[in-house]
């Protein structure tokens, strides 16, 4: 029975996703995704309490998250920052269509934020979890020496994520985007020099 659940479960939510990504937050009817699913609405409000929640557990479904992929891929070398690095350079990659929709997903939950509380507060939450994974990585970083430990962690989670939301953006329109090669380069050039002390004014000219 459990099992039967969560199938059921799974098709709403991948019906709300394939609606919210075509027709946005607003646009989206709770009739729309159970016909989609093949179910009734009965069938959403026994499982969720309306289009807000539906909306969270699409977003968290078909999002994907580059920093758990690098680590269940093991795509890195010894240090914390090698994962940062290459996520970052995968920022330029076009999206498969799983995570085209779960950009698209992430992009009509920010617009309906600024109407709707309740979607504003689901999107703070799904935020946050990445924001606890980042963190999570960041501070290994600086404990295995590839980061700067005087670097304020919440500083570098904010920037991260706005170099990444920014991308997400790009993608909306549909805008051109740097080269693999040269943006990477940019990249590692960056990682490179968080992981150093920079030299205080006081001490420049001794």
Not at 59 to 76: A, G, K, T, V, Y
């Amino acid at each position: 029975m459990d099992q039967e659940i969560d199938l059921t479960r799974a098709r709403l939510v991948e019906a709300a996703a394939a609606v919210f990504a075509e027709r946005g937050y607003d646009g989206a009817g709770v009739q729309e995704i159970a016909r989609r699913a093949g179910l009734t609405t009965g069938a959403i409000y026994g499982r969720f309490t309306g289009k807000a929640d539906l909306l969270r557990e699409a977003i968290e479904q078909c999002s994907s998250d580059e920093l758990d992929e690098l680590f269940n891929q093991h795509r890195f070398e010894g240090h914390a920052s090698d994962i940062i690095r290459m996520a970052g350079a995968h920022l330029v990659d076009r999206p498969d269509e799983d995570a085209h929709v779960g950009n698209a997903l992430l992009l009509e939950a920010f617009v309906a934020s600024r109407r709707d509380p309740e979607i504003r507060t689901a999107v703070k939450s799904v935020m946050q979890e990445r924001v606890s994974k980042l963190a999570e990585v960041l501070e290994a970083a600086k404990a295995d020496g590839s980061l700067d430990p005087s670097l304020d962690t919440s500083s570098l989670v904010t920037f991260c994520h706005a170099v990444g939301l920014g991308f997400l953006i790009f993608g909306a329109i549909d805008a051109e985007l740097p080269q693999p090669e040269p943006w990477e380069h940019l990249i590692t050039r960056l990682v490179v020099a968080l992981a150093s002390t920079p030299t205080s004014p006081e001490t420049k000219g001794e």
